[in-house]
């Protein structure tokens, strides 16, 4: 039997994440669950893990679902280690969001500087595990879904030295899954490329005689007027046409924050003065409303309000990398993963998001090829970006976290920055060892 060890278990996702195991148990035999989380979360841990159970139950399989705060305990012998953790839990996210946005400056999960601050609070943990790992369940899989996660899933490769990891994200998914309706196609008719980074990636797609239906996506989303597959969490600012037909690629919906920055700027210092609030103060209610649906003894599966998530369906991307990890299953699935040559204008070794093959030796990436010269440009520096980032995680290095702020394009350099950057090291200084 396989057993199974999320880091962050006490998460409202977990539901989900279930959900998606109990669907495979045919493909992945999953004898014990270990949810683990720490005291801060303890309380949400002991609801979900309850939750969880009686899904487990309802299911007729039987699996042990153990819930703990010692992490090495659940570690050890594991096979697959997923990991959904958030360091500071919502009240952080709150400062990431709020703080940049009372300077002018985008205030966002995985974006500007809320998204970069975030990076340094997550990568020490990170790399922790995987220390743990090494001498735990040296041959287990880590299944990060952890937030930003692609600098997460890069700082675990490149300064973990642990190869055997997949980032995840619900983003590619849920555009697989919405999108091909709007040219009269089914999910199962159309083939999807992906490349880029994670948040930050584009697509192509082809239908089932080999023709290329980009362009078509492209045009019946303007007819539309909105952009089917943007996550619960985005505001859906449609792209510009012109930029769309010279890339002909579809961006993710987290390019908004680039391609239209003024205009989601704009609406996120809108929400943060209204009744509304920023994200993170919406999502406290719902989860909140979630955990309340969980007390309750006679629910035994997934609510519905939990599509109200910027993060729904992600357990379809956990699972089946799992499912097919463990299976040998070959199925196309967007990762992040070690470049290897999928795009030619990043170097070999770095971690990108894109379409791969999971087999039994993990994920081999599909070539995308060059980007054009825009979209090259933009990558580029959000590479480096994301470099600077890490390396200012693991070092608490100010200049290489300045470095990250001057390229970052969500962010304008300077003294403002420096203060926006000041003021979040002391608002996280619990979680900032490294600074
Ligand atoms: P959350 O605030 O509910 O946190 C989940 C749990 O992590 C909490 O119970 C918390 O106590 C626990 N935790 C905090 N620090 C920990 C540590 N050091 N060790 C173990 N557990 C710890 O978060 P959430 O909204 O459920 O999101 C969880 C994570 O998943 C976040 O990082 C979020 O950004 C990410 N996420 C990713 C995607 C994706 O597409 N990759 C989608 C949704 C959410
Ligand atoms: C998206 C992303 C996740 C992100 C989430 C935010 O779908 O892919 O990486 O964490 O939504 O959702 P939330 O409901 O927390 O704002
Ligand atoms: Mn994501
Ligand atoms: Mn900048």
Known sequence: GVKIVTIGGGSSYTPELMEGLINR??????????????????EKLEIVGEMARRMWNASGHDVQ??????????????????????????????????????????????????????????????????????????????VNFTNPSGMVTEAVMKYGHWDKVAGLCNVPV?????????????????????????????????????????????EAFDRLGRTPGTPANIF????????????????????????????????MLEEAQSQAGTRAEQVKQTEDELFELYKD??????????????????????CETIASL?????THIVLTTRNNGAI??????????????????????????????GERGLLQVMKAMEQCVE?????????????????????TAGETARQVMNELLVAHERYLPQF
């Open 25 to 42: 148990y045919d493909q992945v035999p999953v004898r014990e669950i270990w949810l683990v989380d720490i005291e801060e979360g303890k």
């Open 65 to 142: 679902v153990h819930l703990t705060l010692d992490r090495r305990e659940a570690l050890k012998d594991a096979d697959f280690v997923t990991t959904q953790f958030r360091v500071g839990l919502l009240a952080a996210r709150i400062k990431d969001e709020r703080i940049p946005l009372s300077y002018g400056m985008a205030g966002q999960e995985t974006n500007g500087a809320g998204g970069i601050f975030k990076a340094l609070r997550t990568i020490p943990v990170i790399l922790d595990i995987v220390e743990d790992m090494k001498e735990l369940c040296p041959d287990a899989w880590l």
């Open 174 to 218: 849920i555009a697989m899954m919405s999108e091909p309706e709007a040219i009269g196609k089914t999910p199962e008719d159309l083939t999807y490329r992906f490349a880029g980074l994670n948040h930050f990636h584009w697509h192509r797609v082809w239908d089932e005689t080999g023709r290329e239906v980009t362009r078509d996506l492209i």
């Open 236 to 267: 859906d600012v449609p792209f510009y046409r012109e930029q769309l037909d010279l890339m002909d690629m579809i961006p993710c919906g987290y390019h908004r924050y680039y391609y239209r920055q003024q205009e989601m700027l704009e609406h």
């Open 297 to 318: 003894p006679n629910l035994d599966h997934k609510p519905e309000q939990l599509a109200r998530r910027g993060g729904a369906h992600y357990s379809d991307a956990a």
């Open 326 to 330: 463990y299976a040998d299953k070959n």
């Open 344 to 373: 030619p204008d990043l170097p070999e070794d770095v971690a990108v998001e894109v379409s791969t093959l999971v087999g039994k030796d993990g994920p081999k990436v599909i070539p995308f090829g060059a980007l054009p010269a």
């Open 391 to 411: 390396e200012a995680a693991v070092t608490g290095n100010v200049g290489a976290l300045l470095e990250a702020f001057t390229l970052n394009p969500l962010i």
